[in-house]
């Protein structure tokens, strides 16, 4: 077994993206992510890799389009202001059908907002932020354990589908440290048949591109795209059940406001309440299927979130609104404590919406 050391959550980022053989990093500085890219500063040059602190978050994320033509494993991080800036970039990059890692560190908003965690990107990452029908893969850590993982992971799913990946973090998470076991990744680049790194007249010229002047073509593309999110959907959505087996009510949280919950419902437990807990790990694919499940057997359920409220459409969504679905948030940088949580659990259990 590895041996744990103990990391903040921004430097488990980044060590697990070298571990998973990315060798280019492009960025800029933005509190609450900041040391992902002070990290890949210091270990980039020492590996034979890149590490370029571009003059703004735009430039960053046409550097990672540039690399992410050639095949090679490369990655970004800012935080929501930068994601922002971010996403025409992201938009190309989702249109030309390039894998990438893109890592947002939320912070509180709209606007230059705050510098505390939040989950109020919720919308932008998981229903395509920039222009045009595209997805992005997004995962969504709860522990240190898991930025580390899930780096890994979201390197593989986007080279798996053509299709950039997100981790969804937020200000805590970021700066949080935690035991880790860094993952051991035996990554081997593979010859591609789609990248742009010079043909030497052995192979067909390939063009990486998301222009298409004729809408015949484009319309082609688009639902061929769409086919892969398709089957995304149907085998990548992930999800941790919780005390579910035998459940009357849901909570549904992911993130640090799983972690919160998680205690909440133990809590409740104790008071004679059965409540469980679906924390959806994949933001998109929504884990849709454990969650019209629940809606067959619970009285209703409760969404845990770091925003005004939107992940709570989607589990509305997937529950088709078999069942009431009520909403216990903090916003601006607040986290719910274990307490407010249980007494929006208990509210519910009263039948209070």
Same mark, same amino acid.
């Given at each position: 077994m590895a041996e744990k050391v103990l990391m903040k959550g921004n430097e488990a980022i980044a060590e697990a993206a070298i571990k998973a053989g990315c060798r280019h990093y492009f960025g800029y500085?933005?509190?609450?992510?900041?040391?992902?890219a002070a990290y890949m500063a210091k270990r980039m040059p020492k590996i034979g890799g890149v590490f370029l602190q571009a003059e703004s978050?735009?430039?960053?994320?046409?550097?990672?389009? =540039?690399?992410? =033509?050639?095949?090679?494993?490369?990655?970004? %991080?800012?935080? %929501?202001?930068?994601?922002?800036?971010?996403?025409?970039?992201?938009?190309?990059?989702? =249109?030309?059908?390039?894998?990438?890692?893109?890592?947002n560190v939320q912070r509180g908003g709209p606007g230059l907002g705050?510098?505390?965690?939040?989950q109020s990107d919720y919308f932008q990452a998981t229903k395509g932020g920039g222009h045009g029908d595209y997805r992005l893969i997004v995962l969504a850590p709860a522990s240190v354990q898991e930025m580390a993982d899930m780096t890994v992971l979201a390197f593989d799913l986007a080279e798996k589908y053509r299709v950039p990946s997100m981790l969804l973090a937020d200000g805590t998470m970021g700066q949080m440290m935690e035991p880790v076991?860094?993952?051991e990744v035996d990554y081997k680049p593979t010859e591609k048949d789609w990248t742009v790194t010079g043909t030497q007249m052995k192979r067909k010229h390939n063009i990486v591109n998301s222009l298409y002047l004729l809408p015949e073509e484009l319309e082609k593309t688009n639902l061929e795209r769409f086919e892969r999110y398709k089957t995304i959907e149907e085998n990548e959505a992930r999800y941790e059940s919780f005390m579910m087996e035998d459940a009357?009510?849901?909570?549904?949280?992911?993130g640090i406001a799983s972690r919160v919950s998680k205690n909440a419902v133990i809590a409740a437990r104790n008071m004679g309440i059965k409540v469980g807990m679906i924390r959806p790990i994949t933001l998109w694919p929504f884990p849709k299927k454990p969650l019209a499940e629940a809606a067959e057997k619970v009285k209703g359920f409760l969404s845990v979130e770091l925003s005004m409220g939107q992940m709570?459409?989607?589990?509305?969504?997937?529950?088709?609104?078999?069942?009431?679905?009520?909403?216990c948030n903090r916003v601006g940088g607040m986290i719910p404590t274990p307490e407010q949580v249980l007494e929006s659990i208990k509210k519910m259990a009263g039948g209070e919406r």
């Open positions: 500085p933005i509190t609450p992510q900041t040391e992902v978050e735009i430039s960053a994320i046409n550097m990672v389009y =540039g690399v992410a =033509g050639t095949g090679m494993r490369v990655m970004t %991080s800012s935080s %929501s202001p930068g994601i922002s800036l971010k996403q025409e970039g992201i938009s190309y990059i989702a =249109g030309a059908d390039l894998p990438a890692l893109i890592v705050g510098i505390q965690p939040s076991e860094l993952p009357e009510y849901c909570v549904v949280a992911f709570i459409e989607d589990v509305k969504l997937a529950i088709e609104c078999k069942k009431p679905v009520s909403l």
